[in-house]
């Protein structure tokens, strides 16, 4: 089982080129293109931060490259890779051919890009629908992903896309395409309020189930922490994992292990975090 994390909680710290660079030193096999600096939605505002990343500008696809080059020149390799968000705002909705671009130009073969948390199954296809055939021509499948909702006062996460097993498999079945597949975000599949398990959702995807967000939490917020420091239960999610014969990578979603971090301390701190993906990837294989 190989090994994969994100590169933005890093590359906010040090850049994306040191991030990919650190992240091959770390001993991950992988590592996942995150791209919200395309379209970095401010959510306090409800505007885009222009903030003259190298993904808003003309030479965008350059960018991807040279990110793919120094993983290769460090040994590893891009597996996937994350849009920006929400797409429910146009300008977001207009850079997801533009991910997807990055996504085959740096060597990836998934891109996550998450459903509109508040549509339905049908609604949702209507935008996969529009950006298949180019990701086809990619050679890119699309991932969709199970969400969240939390409204104000409440004490716990509420239903969103894809929030349940039923709900998954009717956005997976709306599309119905062999360049659409599942991404199981395992923290948030965990959150109280969800009325499901990583262990269940797995069960149901079965082999729609191409891709991972790995990180724990305190069952109840969206924490993105390090697996195996909070209250995830890890043993029934990798037994569900091997019984389904997954095979894609374990990759890591845990950026708050990274918040606040220093220059010098990332390259430690992902160090850590490649330690409990190999742990898991342990359990995996003596399943």
């Known amino acids: 089982m190989k090994i994969s994390t994100e590169i933005g909680s890093s590359a906010g710290i040090v850049g994306e080129r040191k991030a990919v660079e650190y992240?091959?030193?770390?001993?991950?096999?992988?590592?996942?293109?995150?791209?919200?600096?395309?379209?970095?939605?401010?959510?306090?505002?409800?505007?885009?931060?222009?903030?003259?990343?190298?993904?808003r500008s003309s030479e965008?696809?350059?960018?991807?490259?040279?990110?793919?080059?120094?993983?290769?020149?460090?040994?590893?390799?891009?597996?996937?890779?994350?849009?920006?968000?929400?797409?429910?705002?146009?300008?977001?909705?207009?850079?997801?051919?533009?991910?997807?671009?990055?996504?085959?130009?740096?060597?990836?073969?998934?891109?996550?890009?998450?459903?509109?948390?508040?549509?339905?199954?049908?609604?949702n296809a209507e935008m996969y629908f529009e950006l298949l055939p180019f990701a086809k021509e990619h050679g890119v499948k699309i991932a969709t992903e199970n969400m969240w909702n939390w409204y104000h006062g409440d004490s716990h996460a509420s239903f969103a896309a894809c929030a349940t097993p039923e709900s998954f498999n009717a956005h997976l079945d709306a599309v119905n395409?062999?360049?659409?597949?599942?991404?199981?975000?395992?923290?948030?599949?965990?959150?109280?309020?969800?009325?499901?398990?990583?262990?269940?959702?797995?069960?149901?995807?079965g082999s729609r189930l191409a891709a991972l967000h790995?990180?724990?939490?305190?069952k109840l917020h969206d924490s993105h922490q390090i697996p195996f420091s909070m209250k995830v239960n890890f043993v029934p999610i990798v037994k569900a994992l091997k019984d389904i014969g997954y095979n894609g990578y374990f990759t890591l979603e845990c950026g708050?292990?990274?918040?606040?971090?220093?220059?010098?301390?990332?390259?430690?701190?992902l160090k850590d975090m490649a330690d409990a993906a190999h742990k898991l990837a342990d359990m995996f294989e003596k399943c």
Request: charge should be negative; charged fraction near 25%.
């Open 23 to 55: 992240v091959a030193k770390a001993g991950f096999d992988a590592w996942d293109f995150s791209m919200f600096e395309m379209a970095r939605y401010d959510w306090a505002n409800g505007r885009i931060v222009d903030n003259g990343h190298p993904l």
């Open 60 to 123: 965008y696809l350059a960018f991807a490259r040279e990110l793919k080059q120094i993983g290769l020149d460090n040994g590893i390799v891009c597996n996937q890779s994350h849009a920006p968000f929400p797409v429910n705002v146009k300008e977001i909705r207009d850079m997801l051919k533009r991910s997807i671009e990055c996504t085959a130009e740096a060597g990836g073969k998934i891109c996550v890009i998450h459903p509109d948390n508040n549509k339905g199954p049908e609604e």
């Open 177 to 205: 395409d062999d360049f659409f597949v599942a991404c199981l975000d395992i923290g948030h599949a965990e959150m109280e309020g969800m009325n499901t398990s990583a262990a269940e959702m797995t069960y149901a995807l």
């Open 214 to 218: 790995i990180h724990d939490n305190d």
């Open 256 to 269: 708050t292990y990274l918040s606040g971090c220093k220059s010098e301390e990332v390259p430690q701190r």
